[in-house]
């Protein structure tokens, strides 16, 4: 069964940085994605950035894109994601999730932006003062 840890959270002051882990286990299908979400409080959720495995595309929503960095480490089976000039508009509960197969970087988005994932992390507070 596929399971993923999700890590990282915590109280960081605006500007500051923080490192998200998710720990998955092993997948046994090709071209899987993992993607990170947030939700805050009373809003809806928002799909952050994802990264695919068969050619490590990956996709960041524009309120994100230039600051956090999403990478993949497939010996440890680990995705981070490098949160960087943190704002506190960022404050929320960040999920990792996973798909089996996504077949090019359309889909990825799809997946991504529509949260349609297959696999669900529980998820890690981030709080950014002002």
Known sequence: EVQLQASGGG?????????LSCAASRFTFDDYAIGWFRQAPGKEREGVSCISDSDVRTWYAGSVKGRFTISSDSAKNTVYLQ?????????????CA????????????????????DYWGQGTQVTVSS
Request: glycine residues 4%; proline residues 2%.
């Open 98 to 117: 996973a798909v089996d197969r996504v077949s090019d970087f359309e889909d990825l988005v799809d997946v991504c932006t529509r949260l349609v994932y």
């Open 11 to 19: 109280l960081v002051q605006a500007g500051g940085s923080l490192r």
């Open 83 to 95: 949160m960087n000039s943190l704002k506190p508009e960022d404050t929320a509960v960040y999920f």
